[in-house]
């Protein structure tokens, strides 16, 4: 990729060699209209609008790529005419029920129409019956459809579901004077669009995918929207309230609109998430799990002075990473005023692993974003369920996989259809637990440069290959003189004979062969198949950036200390970025920000967790805590950066700060720790208000600040242990895994998200069983117990029971001792 | 340019300017007009009208509340909510103009799915303390459903009083006698609208 210059309309402009052009002129502020095109995504070339004339030819912006002086006109006067043909053809048979349609102005068919200056129709088709359709959390209403397939093109490129598609819609063909009459491209936009309509992949009514809302928020018309917002309020009545989603660590900047509850309530409240979805997809917690606040809290001044006694009681906070940079830092003020024990066990596996692991790197943090995942070519995933545990991880992968012809290896013990559904070029290696090692080690193996290597991990690495020796089939081609008899008219006496002639042919012929081939033992200790190199030599081709996404499963696992050092001498050694993903919302701002301690004391706090005084923002506490949505503050993301959230709904309760303040500690706001976040771990010293939360027209996110990767002094010895053989498990496992769309007790608490609390089997583990869905069983492990209903689940497989964290009734960490697998009992109640 | 125009202040020939003797200066003056208007006897000028008026029997007065005047049909007072003439249901489809174009900010709904998957208008109300009956919300309606009507007697224990929906509603038995009258005011359909839309092609 180079820099080079292009002219749109007379302006010059820099940009990539390859750029498609729309995008070079929407980041240099030059208008071209566009409906089916979506940054990040592959053209879909649906709407034709996008039509310019570059070099004298007509070209379609979205997928015509710019090279060095080309000369763009966005408008010519066969433009024009044609996106107003465009335009008009739209508007055929669009139903005129603006009034009550939910786009409620924010349409791009109205916007278009009146750009182009549609004031008349001139071509009509018979329309036929669209029914509109109920999909679950998802309504299509095709009278409105413009088959613009955006919501096509958005599942498939960034979400990976699959789940929408084109299906034909049946009804008259356009009448056969319009192919000569109509501008050339309007026709064949009409042509195609006559025929189609969005259907369903899976054949049936009902939209069976990890329902996150996006192909909705796309839809330029009223044609897909959320059930929950049909006919609520009108978009021009929200109020827009930009901030961070607090479920998961990915940070994606969403804006919650607001609006007063009802004519008897004048209290706001949330009535949708929307995202910028140009640059950033959510997932269906972030987008439906709104909801979770802390209503109709007042300031009861009894409780707040108990929670002060508490406080002075307590030698202990035990507390979620829920939490934001500024609480997370009253609560390392206090702990370093008091002398508290700040336990959160999570964070703190998380921070031992960051710290192990910048012992060899030298760095406090991974290289990589996962902008830079989605842009690389060749991803591996090790230690993550990666669709439940940060969702945009898997959106970042499914990118690569299908815009930049990326290719994946993805090691989990659970098997995972919607990982699997991602495309052919993922393969899934169903590693047993504990094994994650021996995945590291065949990494370094496989990419590491192993000259610069240190030569006693190489030595070990050689120690797993051998030679051997296989009988292969090979097909050559071998040349075989036939001598064929036929009858032949002799020209000269006009007599048939029979004549010899000799053909030579080419046939193929199978023969074996003995070849020597190398044997990397390290592919059978993983649990690849036998093909698996050949698999890899396949997938690999053509390919040049490299990321790692590593997961909370090497956190929690009884040799996480070589697993960090081992991921650290992957980055080290090979071409790989290194992400990982911290294990909740604000893991990585709490392993930056705390110092935490394993060990409970004799009494202690819980915030958001239970304690023997709980604070907690769920409502069911001793002190009432605002949610992340009644609250601002900064998050750190998977991205390392610093993002700041607003409050959406009003609080009237107390904060932390307030018995921060209380307890000898002196800020006006939460937010005035902003400034004071420490700089030695990468944070910046800017104030809160100053924070930007917002993309620009390039794409580029103007978002908090980036953290620094602060140098740390690392150690020379890059020694790693070998691989643990007597590591394993017994057969019958359990995992600690949330379903899609839940992540902790707050969005199970959101009225939207409805999945089910329990237990979950794969349908084929339930057929297998013994088991009935809705039966309670016991499950029973060498660390504990507990008794839940079985839920089947089809967006995994294989035989490993699932456990969710987000219900905290049902406690099944218990059954866990840190290692995110285990294996346990399960028999009926 | 030419000002002559504007200089002539005589709005139309028969306008006149009245013809006042100028005010006394002095305390002698004003004495002597004190004096003038006392003796002249232009009290009984006043009674000797009202008593003329009174045994002619031809009364101007409107015997309000018993009686009232007729307004014109663009009078804008408190707001009605019309019908469909056909069908006789609610005119208003809840797509929240008037909510949007209230410059005073008084108008509120809530609106909803219902059973047949329509917008249905939960709640709607018009702070009538606010309202500045302005006769944008009556202009804005795509479906003349919202219009002011004539009632302008608004006595009420507080201002804030608000108008609900029923109560602006006409009555269906209103409707199906014919009552309920069109709102000629801003927003209603010009004449010859007919004439002037270009009409789309159709293919059945």
Redesign the interface.
Known sequence: MSEITINIDGKTIHTQEGEYLLSAARANGVFIPAICYLTRCSPTLACRICLVEADGKQVYACNAKAKDGMNITTTTDAIKQERRAIMEVYDVNHPLQ???CDQ?GECELQNYTLEMGV????????DVARP?KDWGHIHYDAGLCIVCERCVTVCKDMIGDNSLKTVARGG?AL?AEYKESMPKDAYSMWNKLNKSIIGLTNGTDVLDCTSCGECAAVCPVGALTDTHF?????A??LKQIPATCGHCSAGCQISYDVK?E???NPEDKIYRVMNEWNYVSLCGAGRYGFDYQNANVTKDEAAFNKAVEAFKKADTIKFTSTITNEEALILEKLKEKFGYKLVNNEALAFQTFLKNYSEISGTTLYSGTLQEVAQSNFIVSVGTAMKSDNPNARYALNNSLTVNKGAALYFHPLSDPIIDGLGKSIVSIKHKPLQEETILYLLLDLFADKEKLPAKIAAYLASFHSTKTITIEETIKETIVEVVKSMKMNEETGIEEEVEEKVSKIVPKKISKEVEVDDNRLFELVGASKDFSDTLEKLLAKKETFSLVVGADLYAHPHAKNLARLVALIEKYSAFQLVMIPSLTNSLGVALINELSSEIGKYSIGYNTKGDFTLSALGDGDLDMPSMNQQEGTLTSINKRVNPTNAALSYGGYELNDIANALGLSAENTISYTPCLPLSKGFKSEKFDLLPNHYTNAGEEVRGYKLKNVAVSHAENESVEKIDTVLSLGESLIYLVNPVRQFSEFTNKSTNLDEVSGVYMSAEYLAKSEFNEGESVRIKSDKGEIVAKIVSDNKIGGSILCLPTFDSKLNSEALFGGYRFNSASIERV | MNHEQFNNRNVSETYYLVDIEDYPTDGWGKFKRVVKRTFRGELFVGLWVVLREMIKFDIHTVQYPQEKMPIGPRYRAVHEMKRLWESGTERCIGCGLCEKICISDCIRMDTRVDENSRKEVTEYSINLGRCIFCGYCAEVCPELAITHGGRYENASEQREHFVMFEDMLTPIDALKAGKQLEFEGFGAITPHEDERVKKTPLSY
Do not use: F, L, P, T
């Open positions: 603006c009034g009550v409620s004031d008349a129709q001139s071509y009509s088709v018979k509109s008259d009448a049909i006919y609520k309020s009108n021009w009545e007063h009802s004519i008897a």
